[in-house]
């Protein structure tokens, strides 16, 4: 098992810089991946960023390339999303997941409301 707690949302004006964090505990020695998902107010979920636990190798969903940047730190089994330059579409509950078998993202933090205000 995997538990996950992320922090950092809240109220933005658009254009400003949010930081994101998750903290990652429990059978985190087994990490393959963590990524990032949000879902707007009324939407299906959707994937922002995941970076790969050894190498650090990241990809990203189109709509957020050269605004977001994920990062990790490996001895605090943190992983971080920086987001630059929000617009209101990015208005959202982001959500932190761990994939632990590189199959898919099992396990998930319980949300981060990010709000922006144009």
């Known amino acids: 098992q995997v538990q996950l707690v992320e922090s950092g949302g809240g109220l933005v004006q658009a254009g400003g810089s949010l930081r994101l964090s998750c903290a990652a505990s429990?059978?985190?020695?087994?990490?393959?991946?963590m990524g990032w998902f949000r879902q707007p107010a009324g939407k299906e979920r959707e994937f922002v960023a995941a970076?790969?636990?050894?190498?650090?190798?990241?990809y990203y969903a189109d709509s957020v390339k050269g605004r977001f940047a994920i990062s990790r730190d490996n001895a605090k089994n943190t992983v971080y999303l920086q987001m630059n330059s929000l617009k209101p579409e990015d208005t959202a509950v982001y959500y932190c997941?761990?994939?632990?078998?590189?199959?898919?993202?099992?396990?998930w933090g319980q949300g981060t409301q990010v709000t922006v205000s144009s």
């Open positions: 970076i790969y636990w050894s190498g650090g190798n990241t």
């Open positions: 429990g059978r985190t020695f087994s990490m393959y991946r």
């Open positions: 997941a761990a994939d632990v078998s590189g199959a898919d993202f099992r396990y």
